[in-house]
């Protein structure tokens, strides 16, 4: 079983900076994606960026130019820093990632519980 542990999270003034961790522990031979993905109440979750093995980030246009994702020298680790936050960056955010047990096995896609970000003056 693999384990997603996000941090970071808080409240912050609008045009602040906000950095967020998150650690995936448990039996894993390789990770090929990590992802940020939030939940603002009353909507659907959605996705934040999304970074592959090779380096390679993909972001949603709502954050392009404010935040990047980023992974850690430890390859279980995924960063969100979050630039110029806007009050409608409130949310749940969510790390997962798509990772395989054994080098034969499928991917298997986990999630972290959240960690709410609140921007407010």
């Known amino acids: 079983q693999v384990q997603l542990v996000e941090s970071g999270g808080g409240l912050v003034q609008p045009g602040g900076s906000l950095r967020l961790s998150c650690v995936a522990s448990g039996t894993i031979f390789s990770i090929d994606v990590m992802g940020w993905y939030r939940q603002a109440p009353g909507k659907q979750r959605e996705l934040v960026a999304t970074?592959?093995?090779?380096?390679?980030?993909n972001y949603a246009a709502s954050v392009k130019g404010r935040f990047t994702i980023s992974r850690g020298n430890a390859e279980n680790t995924v960063y969100l820093q979050m630039e110029t936050l806007k009050p409608e960056d409130t949310a749940v955010y969510y790390c997962?990632?798509?990772?395989?047990?054994?080098?034969?096995?499928?991917?298997?896609?986990?999630w972290g519980k959240g960690t709410l970000v609140t921007v407010s003056s």
């Open positions: 970074i592959i093995s090779g380096g390679n980030t």
């Open positions: 997962n990632c798509n990772y395989r047990k054994k080098y034969w096995s499928p991917q298997t896609l986990a």
